[in-house]
């Protein structure tokens, strides 16, 4: 037996190593796409600026752009398919930073790209020891004010308890992600200081009108007052959070001052219930996945909570959990019947990123059938300019989204980063793009930050993650930018900005005197490249370090030239 | 002895290959879309259809499994979905870190351990045995995730400013930056099995700093080892010292031992030179078992001191449904487990005579 199975084995390796030999490339391994240049794609200029265009032959693909391109060095104009008011505060998103063109092709698209990122931000990136630490100089050709502490180094640790040992240890100077049982912790110590993040997301209970009785208003709002949602927050969520009173947050723009929800009203709620015969005798599901997020901190603790809240108006609710992605799939096909649990966090901060994707016409069938007023306010939102024009057409989506109540909004999870004492101008970004240039760690060199997890990579068009995005905020730049403590969108490479009327074409005059890190100058060529090799999928920089692109797919609606899907 | 090892290396293939399938189809298993999972649940369809386009993960299962194995062959491990990047890579970058901390913590564990269970069994049914027992059985009992914060607490927070203070986490103080051996040494030239050698080595920072006489970075991250590996070393050493207890007490009662002690030799010899080289057999095999565990289970030490290691980045693998890298950390661990179970039976040879490998 034994020497049957030696033999096998030798005839086995003899096999591998032949079969090894003619192994075919893996699937990851597949020949690239045929690099097809669009309609008037141009190289890169050497001499005098000569002004790069790139377009699509058309606007049949789906997409945002329809073109790109430097109308003189220090011009660039974009015009799209269709008007997009909430353009700049996406071109402000850091996945959408500024290369240098030439240092774009002469990475070929990826590779130093990735981990030597040339960008034209107040700090540089000096080392990355892969699973130790990042270490940032300041840049000191930086167009703005100069960083204040001269080295910013990331560390990380993925549990709360070892972040704030660091911190309390004094070898970081600030973390993030204080655990929810920490906060008091930090708060009482004269050593450290607490910087509370409020929820730019938003937890609610979703409610799909295509299965009766929640077909009926009068049912839904019945609902909206049987929820304690202040009840919920203070025992399940860390301080921070806040009671949701609508779907937008307050710190996003589109969010309506004084606009409140229903009040809570359990004895109202069941009349109403008992009125439209859905009392006595209701039984229905509150769905949700066990997945943690910062807008619902403990899933399976606050869908028993409002289950218990439903049973004292007499409605049964039985408790089902879903695999996330069998979940997600499920609510977005509108197939769960009963209330679903889900939230949102902000890509960008933008009413449109809240309200028009969750209700807008082209929403998914999470709550059923859309509501025709509601696409009203949102168009005419999306088709004024400036903030003052759009605000009111969102106060009416607002109003709109309570009365016919397609889910009840019910928090905005909060968190905190905490720092040493003595850093000065410690603050914890609402959207986690913290600048440190702005903080002073009480006159040290060397700012430390410890957070969650290592950056995956620092070419940031090609990723999602925030950790990573953060490290990226520190040495890349776009052209324009999130106000660091507001959320606000301010000049960044680009001072001034602006739309014809009907802002399909978006006009970015960019600062003199802007350097990367390699010494060039910024010029309006290298923000068409930066954006034409994230747009065009066809094209030979189109690379990046998995080549997804997802930030841009998703926030301008596909790639040119993408491959078709299946 | 050439023949046994060969035959135990060719019997190995066949196992390797299995191991390969099953955790080929056990990642596939894992509930859950790897897209979203990689991407972040708000990718769209078109985005993820590209991806598994892309990753070959549209695909049936015998197909990308002929594709993956093809590549295995021919020494590719395929790249990791999340980083993008070679598994051989990340690998090189964290397999040493696991090393340098499993070696140490063995080490730590062997002699600590030893040393208890040969008091114990010397000293049987004493106060000083049911002291020694006591303090191997809580190092079994007390979870590592809780000795290990207690610790970082004590080391770092409590005895801060004092001349026993130890770093929390990480394996150099910040901002240190190490150069590798080959930058060191100025041949940064230099290709093949060397530099790959000393690529590696270059991870573990102790040998790095020995190597390339930067005594700062040897020190630091030799201070930054001292609490995992000690957290580390508290179950293996239980166990060393528990099953040298017993298997001393065994030995101890064997004829032989009253001969040797008839014979007029003091305890001390009795002790060292006949009876612990046959109570090391049973005390060997554990070793071997352990340490095959300490390169794949030190995911709470490694997670609790901020290391990352093989252990953790297969764990975040699993979390992330990152196939290329679970079935790559997988396979590497395998093939250690197996090269140290044949180590350890060479060993046995060593430690007994009798005993002949054929």
Redesign the interface.
């Known amino acids: 037996m034994r020497k049957s199975?030696?033999l096998?084995?030798?005839v086995?390796?003899l096999g591998?190593?032949i079969?090894?030999?003619?192994?075919?490339?893996?699937?990851?391994a597949?020949p690239a796409q045929p690099a097809t240049e669009a309609a008037g794609a141009a190289a890169a200029p050497a001499g005098p600026f000569e002004p790069m265009v790139y377009a699509a032959e058309n606007c049949d693909y789906g997409g945002l752009f329809k073109s790109m391109e430097a109308v003189d060095e220090k011009t660039v104009k974009f015009t799209l398919c269709y008007p997009d008011v909430a353009f700049p505060s996406k071109v402000a998103f850091s996945a959408f930073a500024i290369n240098d063109a030439d240092y774009l092709e002469a990475t070929g698209g990826g590779g130093d790209l990735i981990e030597k990122p040339n960008g034209t931000g107040p700090y540089m990136l000096?080392?990355w020891?892969?699973?130790?630490?990042m270490?940032f100089q300041r840049f000191e050709d930086y167009w703005g004010d100069k960083a204040i502490p001269a080295?910013v180094?990331f560390?990380?640790?993925?549990?709360s308890?070892?972040r704030l040992?660091?911190l309390?240890?004094?070898?970081?100077d600030g973390i993030d992600g204080v655990g929810p049982d920490d906060f008091a912790t930090v708060e009482e110590d004269p050593n450290l200081q607490l910087a509370l993040r409020s929820g730019t997301n938003v937890f609610y209970l979703g409610m799909n009108n295509k299965y009766p009785p929640f077909d009926n208003e009068r049912v839904r709002q019945a609902f909206a007052m049987a929820i304690d949602r202040q009840r919920l927050v203070d025992n399940f969520y860390p301080p921070g959070s806040s009671v949701a009173t609508q779907f937008m947050p307050p710190a996003i723009f589109g969010y309506s001052e004084g606009l409140d929800w229903y009040p809570y009203d359990p004895a109202q709620a069941k009349q109403i219930l008992e009125e439209e015969g859905v009392l006595p005798g209701f039984k229905t599901t509150i769905t949700y996945r066990d997945v943690v997020r910062g807008y619902l901190p403990n899933p399976g603790i606050v869908a028993q909570d409002i289950q218990a809240q439903l049973a004292d108006i007499g409605v049964e609710v039985e408790i089902v959990q879903m695999?996330?992605?069998?979940f997600?799939d499920a609510a977005d096909r509108g197939e769960i019947d009963g209330f679903h649990m889900l939230g949102w966090g902000a890509?960008y901060p933008d009413a449109t990123n809240f309200l028009d994707y969750h209700f807008g016409p082209g929403a998914s069938a999470q709550f059923g059938a859309g509501f025709p007023d509601i696409w009203e306010a949102l168009k005419e939102g999306s088709t004024r300019a400036t903030p003052e024009e759009r605000q009111p057409f969102y106060d009416k989506a607002n109003e709109r989204i309570k009365q016919h109540v397609p889910m009840i909004p019910v928090a905005h999870g909060g968190n905190a980063a905490a720092f040493k004492a003595d850093v000065e101008g410690a603050y914890a970004s609402d959207i986690g793009a913290e600048q440190f240039a702005l903080m002073n760690p009480g006159g040290r060199d060397?700012l430390?930050w410890m957070q969650n997890a290592?950056p995956?990579?620092l070419y940031c068009a090609d990723e999602?993650?925030g950790e990573t995005l953060r490290a990226c905020e520190q040495v890349m730049q776009s052209l324009l930018a999130y106000e660091p403590r507001t959320a606000r969108v301010v000049a960044s490479l680009a001072t001034d900005w602006a739309a014809n009327d009907d802002l399909t074409e978006w006009t970015f005059t960019l600062r003199d005197g802007v350097k990367f890190h390699n010494g060039a100058t910024l010029d309006a060529n290298d923000v068409v490249l930066s954006f034409a090799v994230q747009w065009d999928?066809a094209h030979p920089l189109h690379v990046g370090?998995?080549?997804?692109f997802?930030y841009f797919?998703?926030l301008f609606n596909?790639l040119l030239n993408?491959?078709p899907?299946? | 002895m050439f023949v046994y090892i060969l035959?135990r290396v060719?019997?190995a293939?066949?196992v390797l290959?299995g191991i390969l399938f099953l955790t080929f189809l056990l990642s596939r298993l894992i509930?859950?879309?790897p897209c979203?999972a990689v991407?972040?649940?708000?990718?769209?369809?078109?985005?993820c259809?590209?991806?598994m386009?892309?990753?070959?993960?549209?695909?049936p299962i015998p197909?990308?499994f002929a594709?993956?194995?093809?590549?295995v062959?021919?020494g590719?491990l395929?790249?990791s979905?999340?980083?993008?990047r070679p598994v051989t890579d990340m690998l090189m970058?964290?397999l040493p870190?696991t090393i340098e901390l499993a070696l140490l913590s063995l080490l730590v564990a062997t002699i600590v351990g030893m040393t208890l269970g040969v008091v114990a069994a010397k000293w049987q049914n004493s106060p000083i045995d049911a002291v020694t027992m006591v303090f191997a059985n809580l190092g079994v009992s007390v979870p590592i995730f809780v000795l290990g914060?207690l610790a970082?607490?004590l080391f770092?927070?409590i005895l801060?400013d004092t001349p026993f203070?130890l770093?929390?986490?990480?394996?150099?103080?910040?901002?240190i930056?190490?150069k590798t051996i080959p930058e060191a040494w100025g041949m940064e030239d230099l290709g093949g099995p060397l530099r790959w050698l000393l690529d590696f080595l270059s991870q573990m920072y102790v040998i790095n700093g020995l190597l390339t006489l930067n005594f700062k970075v040897a020190g630091d991250a030799a201070r930054h080892l001292i609490l995992p590996v000690i957290v580390l070393a508290t179950v293996p050493m239980s166990i060393i010292a528990r099953m040298t207890r017993s298997s001393l007490l065994e030995v101890m009662t064997l004829d032989y031992m009253r001969t040797a002690r008839a014979k007029g030799l003091n305890e001390r010899n009795v002790i060292f030179r006949h009876a612990m080289r046959n109570a090391l057999l049973p005390v060997v095999t554990i070793l071997g078992l352990q340490l095959g565990g300490l390169f794949s289970g030190a995911v709470l030490t490694e997670?609790?001191?901020?290391?990352?290691g093989v252990g953790?980045t297969l764990f975040d693998a699993i979390s992330s449904r990152d196939y290329g890298v679970i079935q790559g950390f997988t396979l590497i661990i395998a093939f250690m487990y197996v090269f140290i179970n044949l180590l350890v039976d060479l060993s046995y040879a060593v430690l007994d005579p009798r005993i002949r490998l054929s």
């Open positions: 199975i030696f096998l084995s030798v086995l390796i591998l190593v079969g090894g030999c003619a192994a075919p490339a893996g699937p990851g597949a000096a080392d020891r892969r699973g130790d630490q270490i080295t180094v560390r990380w640790g993925a549990e308890a070892q040992v660091e309390q240890a004094g070898t970081v695999e996330s992605g069998a997600l890509d060397t430390v290592e995956i990579g999602t993650d999928a370090r998995d080549g997804n997802t797919s998703s596909g993408a491959a899907a299946e | 035959r060719v019997l293939i066949p290959i509930p859950g879309d979203r991407l972040g649940e708000k990718a769209t369809d078109v985005v259809d590209a991806f386009e892309r990753m070959g993960l549209n695909k197909v990308q594709y993956y194995f093809g590549r062959l021919t590719d395929g790249n979905l999340r980083f993008g970058e964290r870190v914060l970082a607490y770092a927070v801060k203070a770093p929390p986490s990480g394996r150099l103080q910040a901002g930056i190490v997670t609790i001191f901020g290391l990352t953790r």
